[in-house]
């Protein structure tokens, strides 16, 4: 299984609600990362989740809170979002170790809009 | 530091036509590259990827791209454009922190019928 599935599809959230994204992937995959992405631009890293620890963190706003329950989920927290954090969340996964040479494999995205 | 760049945003072939899509890298250390390609509200999905092996690397659906030192470049080809090759592509490295891949800007492949 290659697959990393991410939850919801599409999300719309007010400024003023709390929402979480969900990613899962069971390919054993021991790091994992959110990206945003906006319209005609690549990916941008905001996390990077190393064993279950957070290893990188973009300066992204504090209004974005990662967590990684486990090996296999990771979740982002979104609270007080503004209207220009409407993006394309990409979640992925890689293997861990010393190699630059791990590919990551990407979720679909969650299509977020804050209105 | 790392970078690449990808020169020209948006390209269009004919169907059967051949596909170069350019990358060229900045690295201060031996780089490991990538492609990716994108699909309209998909994520990104692995073409093929440098890791030093060997120059000209074969990736999925008839694209290969081949490693360049003298020129810093890697450019992806495919010898026949397909109608569902049509999608934005992505060159990435991955010189410095093992975790962190920079991305190149993207171009987007347009094939015409």
């Known amino acids: 299984d290659t697959e990393v599935t991410q939850t919801p599809k599409h999300l719309v959230m007010g400024m003023t609600n709390k929402k979480s994204l969900k990613c899962e992937q069971h390919m054993g995959h021991r790091a994992m990362y959110w990206y945003k992405q906006k319209a005609k631009k690549p990916p941008e890293l905001m996390f990077v989740y190393s064993y279950e620890k957070l290893s990188i963190n973009e300066s992204v706003p504090s209004r974005f809170s990662p967590e990684c329950p486990n090996s296999s989920l990771l979740n982002l927290h979104l609270h007080a979002l503004q209207p220009e954090d409407s993006a394309l969340y990409l979640c992925?996964?890689?293997?861990?170790?010393?190699?630059?040479?791990?590919?990551?494999?990407f979720g679909p995205g969650t299509r977020l809009t804050v209105t | 530091a790392q970078s690449v760049t990808q020169l020209g945003s948006h390209v269009s072939v004919s169907e059967g036509a051949l596909v170069l899509l350019r990358c060229n890298y900045s690295?201060?250390?031996?780089?490991?590259l990538f492609w990716y390609v994108q699909y309209p509200n998909q994520g990104l999905q692995l073409l093929l990827k440098y890791t030093s092996a060997a120059t000209l690397v074969k990736g999925i659906n008839g694209f290969e791209a081949e490693f360049k030192k003298s020129e810093t470049s890697f450019h992806l080809t495919k010898p026949s454009a397909h109608m569902s090759d049509a999608a934005e592509y992505f060159c990435a490295v991955n010189s410095g922190g093992y975790q962190k891949v920079t991305f190149g800007t993207g171009t987007k492949l347009q094939v015409i019928p």
């Open positions: 992925a996964s890689s293997q861990e170790g010393s190699s630059r040479t791990y590919e990551q494999y």
């Open positions: 690295s201060s250390v031996p780089p490991y």
